[in-house]
């Protein structure tokens, strides 16, 4: 891909890696002014974009996956291969990228089970279209490899093209996928050398495996706790405390036997209104007799 300006000048190295702060290796800041800087990283910014641009129509995507502000944003390296040899004007050219990162995945294995790993991952490699099939893939991809020390059976691919399985194929002899539920597609070997470590997620455990009560939760519940008042009352007590009457707490002496009620009874005198119903006068006549004496009604206690 060509450009208005001297690529040359802008990348240092045949193959430039480029990070999160957008400033080339292999490139020399001292001596320029502040200006020449400024016009090296607008430069960069453009190289970024159309080689993302481009990728994205190859792919038959509806937006870049790779722009100067995504890198900005992530934690991505990405590796830009330039030809200095093939100059139009005298400028240089730009073959193709590819971009690299770790990410946090959760992956199936050939058990089904999840693994939460954090792969190196393939997001966006492109050559330009009149220059695939020379071997330039193969070189900025081996590149990346040495550089970050993995093996290509330790790479998650972020939604890999068909031109892309074919070269990972050819090259690395990777066909063997394992099916996963996400984007990311991965090979055989995946899981024998992860750098990072791997996290199982516990496996769902199936109903007939509910743990039992332990002893001491068995003696707990046969424990019978007494409810609060006044639900702890019996039937008959709590139909007592209806309206018009108090509510009973319960007795605060406890019941007498038969034989100690019997003799209370003997030891207290009989109640005069009591006498003059056994002796057959009429309530009224009772009632009438104790208010002219007394000027009202009265009850004499028990000694």
């Known amino acids: 891909m060509e450009f208005p300006f001297d690529v040359d000048v802008l990348f240092g190295e045949r193959i430039t890696t480029v990070d999160q702060r957008l400033q080339p290796s292999g490139r020399r800041g001292a ?3 502040a200006a020449h800087r400024m016009d090296l ?17 190859a792919q038959n995507l509806p937006t870049p996956i790779t722009s100067t502000s995504r890198m900005q944003t992530n934690r991505h390296v990405l590796y830009i291969l330039k030809d200095s040899e093939a100059k139009t004007v005298g400028k240089g050219i730009i073959i193709g990228f590819l971009k690299v990162g770790y990410k946090k995945l959760f992956v199936l294995d050939r058990n089904g089970a999840h693994n939460e ?15 695939q099939r ?17 093996e290509p059976h330790q790479l998650a691919i972020d939604r890999p093209s068909d031109k892309l399985l074919s070269f990972l194929r050819k090259h690395y002899c990777l066909s063997d996928t394992i099916p996963q539920v996400n984007n ?12 990072a470590p791997m996290r199982k997620m516990p496996p769902k455990r199936h109903e007939g495996e509910i743990k039992p009560y332990s002893l001491s939760d068995r003696e707990f519940l046969k424990e019978e706790v007494e409810p609060p008042w006044p639900f702890n009352q019996s039937h008959s007590m709590i139909r007592s405390s209806s309206v018009g009457n108090s509510p009973v ?27 003059h119903l056994m002796n057959g006068e009429p309530c009224d006549s009772v009632s009438q007799r104790r208010r002219t004496r007394y000027g009202k009604a009265c009850a004499e206690p028990c000694a």
Request: charged share 20%.
């Open 41 to 57: 990283q607008q430069q960069l910014m453009t190289v970024i974009d159309e080689m993302g641009k481009a990728s994205a129509k």
């Open 184 to 195: 990311f597609v991965v090979f055989q070997g995946f899981f024998s050398y992860q750098r």
């Open 249 to 275: 707490r319960g007795c605060l002496k406890p019941f007498l036997n038969e034989q100690e009620l019997l003799k209370n009874l003997r030891l207290c005198p009989p109640h005069s209104t009591a006498q």
């Open 31 to 33: 001596g320029l002014s």
């Open 134 to 150: 020379h071997g330039y893939g193969k070189e900025l991809f081996h590149y990346m490899l040495q550089r970050e020390r993995v």
């Open 117 to 131: 790993v954090e792969p190196l991952c393939v997001l966006d490699f492109y050559i330009h279209e009149s220059l």
